[in-house]
């Protein structure tokens, strides 16, 4: 029974990280547990030009991004930047904090996924850290 789990469980969180976000959850606020997949849907959704859920050098240059942000992203070095390499870079403090930085556009406080579809979003894909 506890080895069934183990490959359930797995399964279970790849498909929460590999769905993207309806527009209807564009105004939940962003928070250390909804910064990262709100991000990864902003990314696949503005530089994916093949439509294929990953976003190659050549898509992450033309959206904007530098190539330093892409191999910072790119966590196993393949050249390709998945939903999941963009949920696991962008769930952490210091990434929230540049958010908070540059996405608040209307200068509220009140920071939603629909912030990262404001002008400002586009500087996200040149992340300095």
């Not at 859920?53 to 390709?80: H, I, M, P, Y």
Request: aromatic letters at 8%; charged letters at 30%; glycine letters at 4%.
């Amino acid at each position: 029974m506890r080895l069934l789990l183990l490959p359930v469980t797995a399964i279970l969180l790849t498909a929460c990280q590999s769905s993207p976000k309806k527009s209807a959850e564009w105004d939940v606020p962003l928070t250390l547990r909804t910064v990262g997949p709100a991000y990864a849907d902003y990314v696949i959704e503005r530089a994916d030009a093949k439509k294929d859920g990953s976003v190659t050098l050549v898509e992450w240059t033309k959206a904007g991004g530098t190539e330093k942000c892409f191999l910072l992203v790119d966590q196993n070095k393949d050249g390709v930047v998945t939903r999941t390499e963009l949920i696991r870079f962008s769930s952490n403090k210091k990434f929230l904090d540049l958010t908070r930085r540059y996405t608040d556009f209307h200068k509220d406080n009140k920071m939603t996924p629909r912030d990262f579809r404001s002008p400002s979003g586009v500087r996200l894909m040149r992340i300095e850290f």
